[in-house]
C-alpha cells in the first residue's frame, strides 16, 4: 500500500536567493556574448576584479603592450607600471575602490614588454552583480603615446619658435613643414581670435576645402559650423577653446564635438590650446592642436549600449521566469477544471477563453525569453529557402493587397541549426514591420536569401555585426519601399517596446534581436527615409547533417497509477500539479526545495516512481538536487521542469540522464503525457 500524501513541506525564507544564482548564471552568459563583440575592437578592453586583478584582456593588448592576453590575467595595472607612475597613480585608484563611479580619460604610463614605455588613455565603468555588490572595473585602454609625442614636439617647436623669433630668424619653411606633417589637426588664432592658420589636418576635420575658407574673420566662421561640449550642449564663440585659452583659462583634452561644414556631419576631438607670447610677454597668438577620437567614442557607446542591452535582458529573463510559474497555476487549473465539467456545461467556454488568455500570455513570455538570449528553443536542421515560400502564406492574409511580396531566394543556401517556430517570428515580424512602413501606398516587400562570408574586414564595414565569429552564414534579407527611417529612429528600433505608432505593441523587432543573438546570428538595418528600409539577418550555418532534429513527442494514454514527487518552491505550482495529478490517478508528494526531496526520498526509496523536479529553486536547484537523489536510488526516473526552454534547461543537465523536460506554463493533459511517456 503506498504512503499517504504528505502535507507541502515548507522551509522558511528559501525564495529569493534563487534570483541571485540565476543572475549569476546569466551573467556569465552574457559576458561569453560580451567578449565576442570586443574581441575584434582596436582598442584594449579589459576588466579587473575588486583586487583590481586582471580577469579578462582582449588580445588587442598584444598591439599595446607587447603581452598576450593569458600574460596579464592575474596581474594588476600597478605591475606594468613603472614605480613613480604607480606612486602617482595608486591613490586615485583607492579612492575610487572606496567609491566605485566610472572614470574617463584617465592618463598613465605602461612598460612595454620590449622595456619602452607606452602612455595609455583609460575609461572605465564599475561592474556590480545582481545583488548590488561591487565586482571590479571594466573598460577601454588606448594608445596616445604618439599623440603626447606630437604634443612634445609642438611645445619644443613653441620654445624653438620663441628663440628664432627673438634673434628675428624665424625659419617658416621648417615650422610649416613639421605642421603640414601632423596627424592631428592644427589651428592658430590671433589676439582677437580669429584664425590665422590651419594645418592639413585641421581643415579635413572641419570641413573646409581650402585654408582660404577658414580665414575668416571669428563672427563668420561662428555661423559656418557648431562646436558642442560633451554634454551636447552649444560652445558660443567666447566659450571656443581658443577664445577660452585668450582669456587666461587653461585648455587641455577638451572635448568638443563639431559639426563639420561640408556633411553635416559630426566628429568628435580633444582640443588643446596654449598661448604663444611675444618678446613683451604679450599674447600673440593661441595654438591649439586637436585629436580626432570619434571612433573611440563609438566604441564607448558600443560598450554602454551592450551593458544596457544585458541589464534589461536580465530584467526581461527573469521576469519571464516568475511570470511562467503564475501561468501553471492559471492554464494547469482552468485546464483541470475543465476536464471536470460535462462538454454542455456554459462554464467550458469561459474556461477554454482563460486558457486561451493564458497560452497567449506565455507567449508572451516565450518573446521575453527570446529577447534575453535564453531562446535556443527546440533546434532542427532548416533550410531558410525551403521554409519561406511556406511562412509567406501565413502573412500575405495581414498585408494590404497594394503591397506586392516578391522572393528572391537562393536555391542551395545552406541549411542553419534552429527553431522552426522562431524563424517563423523572426521573418513575420520582419515582413509585417515593412508592411508598416509602406502603409495604405503601393510599394513592394522583397524576401532574399543567399550565403554571406563573414570576415574580419566584412566586420569592420558593418560594426552592428561585431559579435559575428568568421565562417559562412545564410543570409535573409527583407527590403521595402516604405518611408525610410531617420539615424535617431534606428538607434532605438530593437529596443523593447518602442514603437513609431500612436501605441507600441509588444517586444516586436525587439524579440526579434533576441531570437537573432539566441541563434548566434547577427542582425543589421540600413535605411534612407523616404527611400525605405533594408533588414539583414544572418544565421550560421549547422554543422549537423539535414533530417536530424533535437527530438519529438509521442501519443499516450493519460491517466496512470504510482507514487509521484513535485519539487517545486512555488506553492502554486505544488498545489496544480498535486491536484492535477491526482485527478489521472497518481498518488502525489509534495516537497518545496531540493532539501526536502532529498528527505522524501530517503523515507520512500523504493515507492516514487518519478520526481518532477523544478529546476529553479533556492539554496540547492534541481540541478544539484538530481545527484543527491540518484545517491539514493540510481535508477530514479525525473521529468525536469523549468520556464527557461528545453535547450537552455538541459544544457545545465549534461551527464545527468533524465527521463523528460516539460516547459512551463503547462495545461494539466500535457503534464500528464509526460508523465506517462516517462514511465513508460
Given at each position: 500500500m503506498g504512503p499517504t500524501p504528505s502535507p507541502d513541506l515548507a522551509v522558511s525564507d528559501e525564495v529569493r536567493q534563487l534570483r541571485a544564482r540565476i543572475a549569476e548564471l546569466e551573467h556569465d552568459r552574457s559576458e561569453t556574448r560580451f567578449r565576442e563583440l570586443i574581441e575584434n575592437t582596436s582598442d584594449w578592453i579589459w576588466e579587473v576584479d575588486a583586487n583590481l586583478r586582471y580577469i579578462y584582456a582582449s588580445p588587442r593588448v598584444w598591439d599595446l603592450l607587447g603581452y598576450t592576453a593569458e600574460e596579464v590575467l592575474g596581474k594588476t595595472p600597478f605591475d606594468l607600471m613603472p614605480p613613480e607612475e604607480v606612486q602617482h597613480l595608486r591613490p586615485e585608484m583607492e579612492r575610487l575602490l572606496q567609491d566605485p563611479r566610472p572614470f574617463r580619460r584617465l592618463e598613465n604610463t605602461n612598460f612595454h614588454k620590449d622595456g619602452s614605455l607606452r602612455v595609455l588613455e583609460t575609461s572605465g565603468v564599475p561592474v556590480f552583480d545582481i545583488a548590488g555588490r561591487f565586482r571590479g572595473f571594466r573598460g577601454i585602454d588606448r594608445d596616445i603615446t604618439e599623440r603626447k609625442r606630437a604634443e612634445e614636439e609642438l611645445r619644443a617647436s613653441e620654445e624653438r619658435y620663441r628663440a628664432l623669433a627673438a634673434e628675428a630668424e624665424i625659419n617658416r619653411r621648417e615650422l610649416e613643414s613639421l605642421i603640414t606633417s601632423m596627424?592631428?589637426?592644427?589651428?592658430?588664432?590671433?589676439?582677437?581670435?580669429?584664425?590665422?592658420?590651419?594645418?592639413?589636418?585641421?581643415?579635413?576635420?572641419?570641413?573646409?576645402?581650402?585654408?582660404?575658407?577658414?580665414?575668416?574673420?571669428?563672427?563668420?566662421?561662428?555661423?559656418?559650423?557648431?562646436?558642442?561640449?560633451?554634454?551636447?550642449?552649444?560652445?558660443?564663440?567666447?566659450?571656443?577653446?581658443?577664445?577660452?585659452?585668450?582669456?587666461?583659462?587653461?585648455?587641455?583634452?577638451?572635448?568638443?564635438?563639431?559639426?563639420?561644414?561640408?556633411?553635416?556631419?559630426?566628429?568628435?576631438?580633444?582640443?588643446?590650446?596654449?598661448?604663444?607670447h611675444d618678446r613683451e610677454g604679450r599674447i600673440e597668438l593661441i595654438v591649439i592642436t586637436i585629436t580626432d577620437i570619434t571612433e573611440y567614442k563609438r566604441m564607448e557607446q558600443r560598450l554602454r549600449d551592450a551593458q544596457r542591452m544585458e541589464s534589461i535582458g536580465l530584467l526581461a529573463g527573469g521576469i519571464a521566469h516568475d511570470f511562467n510559474n503564475l501561468l501553471v497555476g492559471v492554464i494547469g487549473n482552468a485546464s483541470l477544471a475543465r476536464e471536470y465539467l460535462p462538454p454542455a456545461n456554459p462554464a467550458s467556454e469561459l474556461l477554454d477563453s482563460i486558457i486561451k488568455a493564458g497560452e497567449q500570455a506565455a507567449h508572451l513570455t516565450r518573446q521575453m525569453l527570446a529577447y534575453s538570449g535564453r531562446g535556443k528553443f527546440f533546434l532542427e536542421v532548416l533550410n531558410l529557402s525551403a521554409l519561406i515560400p511556406d511562412m509567406s502564406g501565413l502573412v500575405i492574409p495581414s498585408i494590404p493587397k497594394k503591397i506586392a511580396l516578391r522572393l528572391d531566394l537562393a536555391r542551395d543556401l545552406p541549411a542553419i541549426e534552429a527553431d522552426r517556430g522562431q524563424i517563423q517570428q523572426v521573418f513575420m515580424n520582419l515582413v509585417l514591420n515593412a508592411a508598416e512602413a509602406i502603409g495604405a501606398t503601393e510599394g513592394a516587400i522583397t524576401v532574399t536569401t543567399a550565403a554571406q562570408e563573414v570576415s574580419e574586414s566584412y566586420v569592420r564595414l558593418h560594426p552592428s555585426l561585431a559579435s559575428l565569429l568568421p565562417g559562412t552564414y545564410a543570409r535573409l534579407e527583407v527590403r521595402d519601399t516604405g518611408c525610410g527611417m531617420e539615424d535617431a529612429t534606428m538607434a532605438k528600433i530593437f529596443e523593447p517596446f518602442f514603437s513609431t505608432k500612436f501605441m507600441g505593441r509588444g517586444l516586436g523587432l525587439a524579440a526579434v534581436a533576441g531570437i537573432v543573438r539566441s541563434h548566434r546570428g547577427g542582425i543589421m538595418v540600413n535605411s534612407v527615409p523616404g527611400e525605405g528600409s533594408c533588414f539583414t539577418v544572418l544565421f550560421p550555418v549547422a554543422e549537423r547533417a539535414a533530417g536530424?532534429?533535437?527530438?519529438?513527442?509521442?501519443?499516450?494514454?493519460?491517466?496512470?497509477?504510482g507514487v509521484l514527487l513535485v519539487v517545486d518552491d512555488e506553492p502554486i505550482v505544488r498545489d496544480m500539479s498535486k491536484n492535477l495529478l491526482e485527478h489521472y490517478g497518481y498518488t502525489v508528494l509534495v516537497a518545496n526545495s531540493g532539501l526536502a526531496a532529498i528527505d522524501l526520498f530517503k523515507r520512500y526509496p523504493g515507492e516514487i516512481a518519478l520526481v518532477i523536479l523544478d529546476l529553479s529553486m533556492p539554496h540547492m536547484s534541481g540541478q544539484e538536487t538530481l545527484p543527491e537523489l540518484r545517491k539514493i536510488r540510481p535508477d530514479v526516473k525525473v521529468v525536469v521542469s523549468s520556464g527557461y526552454t528545453e535547450a537552455e534547461t538541459m544544457a545545465l543537465f549534461r551527464g545527468q540522464p533524465v527521463a523528460g523536460f516539460i516547459q512551463k506554463p503547462y495545461t494539466s493533459a500535457g503534464i500528464a503525457e509526460k508523465v506517462k511517456q516517462a514511465l513508460g
Open positions: 596627424h592631428d589637426g592644427l589651428v592658430a588664432v590671433d589676439a582677437a581670435g580669429n584664425p590665422v592658420m590651419m594645418n592639413p589636418a585641421a581643415l579635413q576635420m572641419h570641413g573646409y576645402q581650402n585654408a582660404s575658407e577658414a580665414m575668416a574673420p571669428l563672427a563668420e566662421v561662428s555661423t559656418l559650423f557648431e562646436l558642442r561640449d560633451a554634454d551636447g550642449n552649444l560652445l558660443p564663440p567666447h566659450r571656443w577653446p581658443g577664445s577660452r585659452a585668450l582669456a587666461g583659462e587653461p585648455v587641455t583634452n577638451l572635448e568638443v564635438e563639431v559639426v563639420r561644414r561640408d556633411t553635416g556631419k559630426h566628429f568628435v576631438g580633444y582640443y588643446n590650446a596654449v598661448p604663444v536530424q532534429s533535437g527530438g519529438g513527442t509521442c501519443a499516450a494514454v493519460l491517466h496512470g497509477t
